[in-house]
């Protein structure tokens, strides 16, 4: 669990904190059922307040994305197929919607944007990549 | 999340000087395990509301309670679990700064010489010099010292960071961090310079002229007010915008650059795409915050 906090974004820390939780989770690199630091812990390790860290624990929980043991601690939780892939897509749409506002903006067609997107998805996925070798 | 009995209560606290009203009604509630930044500029009462919270000052009217205590009737037990860096502190300058410390520590029964020690070291403060021929920096640093030496639950610093160097600054900003990791501690830090504190403060008291303006989480603060920049999608932007709650606002044809306050982001998002906008909502910098809030 490694965490990065941008003191100087102007986002709330809490936030910072839950957004790369989320992501984690969601990339896989947390896995189900591991458990995550502690609030002094992570509090310590990131120089903020303990409080930020029980809030964005507090928020997660109600998002359903950790889960707390009583007397254990918090868990990355397990979740239903279809919320994983629901929130997965959510996320994805933000950083897409950017993308599509500014090929519009610059008036670059939908077939040529399309294709920008497949070609750099081939490039960063790893399966599609070895088959192109073969 | 506020169910933590307060530490410090104000209520409606006025305090005139001659003809200055220097706090004007101040209602205030501390609780534990805060970093409080008291915000104002020179002369918004910063000092004396702080001043009152120990009983250096009597309130004119109504009343400050500190660890279930009135202010002006605190004993030595409660003074034991406060320390405070005033703006100017009076130190005794005859003394060499060890023998200063001795005879400090020598006060409280629980004063931590680990962490004066440590202290010391990561200062690099003199401890053979004369407090009378220290710097002003130094003089704060050995302030700051003897006011965390016996860990205390309450800590009060006006202005703790003015003398400082920009090093210094940051390892202490570092050091409130590492006091408010034990449980319960609480720091109240004022300052009329917003980015000496933003780091580490999680409350935020904005006073001007002996009112205290705002009184919120810090978190709150920030997401009360948004940039949001609008492009339109295809041509020009409305003459007229349908944004509500807009404190300033800088425009072309084709783009505006608004402040608002207090709007959520999904109503911005659906006004936005009503009018074939393409819309980014970002913070707003502390300072200008900090600038709505005062000229307000």
């Known amino acids: 669990m490694l965490l990065e906090i941008d003191h100087h974004s102007g986002v709330p820390i809490y936030r910072q904190v839950i957004e790369q939780i989320r992501q984690q989770i969601m990339a896989g690199q947390l896995s189900e059922g591991e458990q995550l630091m502690s609030v002094r812990e992570l509090a310590a390790q990131l120089r903020v307040n303990p409080m930020t860290i029980s809030k964005a624990y507090a928020l997660l929980e109600v998002e359903g994305l950790v889960e707390r043991r009583r007397g254990v601690g918090l868990f990355a939780a397990r979740l239903r197929k279809d919320k994983k892939i629901h929130t997965k897509a959510q996320l994805l749409e933000e950083i897409l919607r950017k993308a599509a506002v500014t090929a519009v903006q610059f008036g670059i067609p939908e077939e040529k944007a399309r294709e920008m997107l497949a070609k750099l998805y081939r490039k960063y996925d790893s399966k599609t990549r070895s088959h192109s070798h073969e | ?136 920096g130094q003089r704060q640093r050995l302030a700051i010292l003897l006011a965390i030496g016996f860990e205390p639950e309450l800590l009060i610093l006006d202005e703790p960071a003015a003398a400082l160097d920009p090093v210094a600054r940051a390892r202490f900003l570092d050091l409130l961090l590492q006091i408010i990791q034990t449980e319960n501690h609480t720091i109240i830090i004022s300052s009329h310079i917003l980015s000496d504190v933003e ?98």
Request: charge should be neutral; charged fraction near 30%; include cysteine.
């Open chain 2, 1 to 136: 999340m506020n169910n933590e009995k307060p530490i410090v209560q104000m209520r409606k606290v006025c305090k005139r000087f001659g003809n200055i009203k220097a706090l004007d009604d101040i209602d205030l509630e501390i609780h534990p395990g805060r970093i409080i930044g008291l915000l104002g500029a020179n002369g918004a009462g910063k000092s004396t509301l702080l001043r009152h919270i120990i009983g250096l000052y009597l309130e004119d009217e109504g009343e400050c309670v500190t660890f279930g205590c009135k202010a002006g009737k605190l004993t030595p037990k409660e003074l034991g679990r406060i320390g405070y860096v005033p703006q100017e502190g009076e130190l005794l300058e005859w003394m060499t700064v060890k023998q200063l410390i001795r005879y400090v520590s020598t006060y409280y029964p629980n004063w931590n010489r680990q962490l004066e020690e440590k202290y010391v070291a990561d200062y690099e403060i003199s401890t053979k010099a004369r407090v009378g021929s220290l710097s002003p």
């Open chain 2, 199 to 296: 780091k580490v403060i999680d409350h935020a008291v904005i006073m001007k002229e002996g009112r205290i303006l705002l009184d919120c989480s810090f978190d709150e603060l920030r997401e009360r007010f948004s940039r949001v920049r609008i492009s339109a999608l295809g041509g020009e932007l409305p003459a007229e915008l349908p944004f509500e709650n807009v404190v300033h606002c800088k425009r072309s044809d084709g783009q505006a650059i608004l402040t608002v306050q207090d709007c959520p982001r999904k109503k911005l998002q659906e006004q936005a795409q009503k009018l074939n906008c393409w819309v980014e909502i970002e913070t707003l910098p502390l300072e200008e915050i900090y600038k709505i809030v005062v000229s307000s």
